[in-house]
C-alpha cells in the first residue's frame, strides 16, 4: 500500500467522522423530536366542524369565503382543488345510484394525532390545545414531509415562492381567538356545516342519523379513522364514493414518527459517504494536476 493511498483512507475516515458529527448535530439542533411534536390534546373538547353531504348544494360559498377571508388571490373565483390560493374546495363527485353528482367539501381534517405535526422536523406544524393544527411560515424549512405524511393529500407547496411554503387550512384561529366561527361555517347558506366542540358534534351527528336512518349511513366519518379527525362527515352512501381514503382507527402519526425517527440517522450516514467521496476526489484531482504540471519540466530537460 503507497503513501498515497494511506493518506486516501486516513482522509476518507477522518472526513467521514467529521461529516457525520456534523449532520447529527445538525439534525439535534433543527428541533424537537418527533415524539415531542406529535404530542397533543386527544381528548374530544377541541373544536371540530361537523360536514353534512347531503345538505351541501355545491354553491362554493364556504370555498370563496375562505379564499377572502385569508386573503388569497382571485377571491371571486372558486377553486377546483387545494392549493396555496386555496384551503378548501367544493369536489364535485359522481355516485353510484344517485341521479344527482355529489358535492363534498375538502380541507385539513386537523386530525386528532396529524401525521403531518409527527413529520415535521422543526415544528413548523403544531396541534394546538383547542383543535385546529397550525403552521408557522417562519420555521418551516421546505422539506414537504408533511406532505408526504398526510393520508388526506392536504399541505400544498408553493412552487412559484423562492422559499417554498407550505398552505393548508388552520381553521381560521385568528377568528376563534375573536369569538367568531370559521369564514367557510358562518358563510353557508344550506345548513351543510356546524362548528362546535368534537365530543358535541359527533353527539348531533350519531341523532342525525338515528332520527333519519334512510338519510344516511351509520357512520361518521372522522370519529375513528386514523386515530379521529376534527372535521368530521355525514353522508347518505358509503364514504369511499366521495374520496375519503379508508383508513382503521390506527393513528397514521406512528408510523411517520417511525420513519423520522430514522432519518438522522441516516441523513448522517448519506452526509458521510457524501464527504469522504468529495475527499478522494479532490485528492485524486490534486495528484493528477501536479503530475501535468511536472511532466513538461522533465521533457525540457531530456532535450
Known sequence: MTSQQALSRRGF????GTGAAAVTATCVLAGPTSS??????????????????????????????CKEANGRSNPTVAPSALSSDAYTFIDVRGSAGSAEPLAVKRQCMHCQHPACVSACTVGALTKSADGPVVYDSKKCIGCRYCQYACPF?????????????????????????????????????????????????LVQAHARISSNPGRYVDQVYGEFEAGGTSVLYLAGVPFSQLGLPELGDQTISHYA????????????????????LYWLTKRRDLHLSETQVTLPQEDRHDH
Open 13 to 16: 475516515l477522518k472526513a467521514a
Open 36 to 65: 415531542a411534536l406529535a404530542s397533543g390534546p386527544l381528548s374530544d373538547n377541541g373544536w371540530g366542524m361537523l360536514i353534512d353531504v347531503t345538505r351541501c348544494t355545491g354553491c362554493d360559498s364556504c370555498a370563496l369565503a
Open 153 to 201: 393529500g392536504v399541505p400544498t407547496y408553493d412552487w412559484n415562492n423562492p422559499l417554498g411554503l407550505i398552505h393548508k387550512c388552520q381553521m381560521c384561529v385568528e377568528r376563534l381567538a375573536e369569538g367568531e366561527v370559521p369564514a367557510c361555517v358562518s358563510s353557508c347558506p344550506a345548513g351543510a356545516l356546524r362548528f362546535g366542540r368534537r365530543s358535541d358534534l
Open 257 to 276: 414518527e417511525t420513519v423520522m425517527k430514522k432519518t438522522p440517522v441516516v441523513a448522517a450516514s448519506v452526509a458521510a459517504l457524501a464527504t469522504g
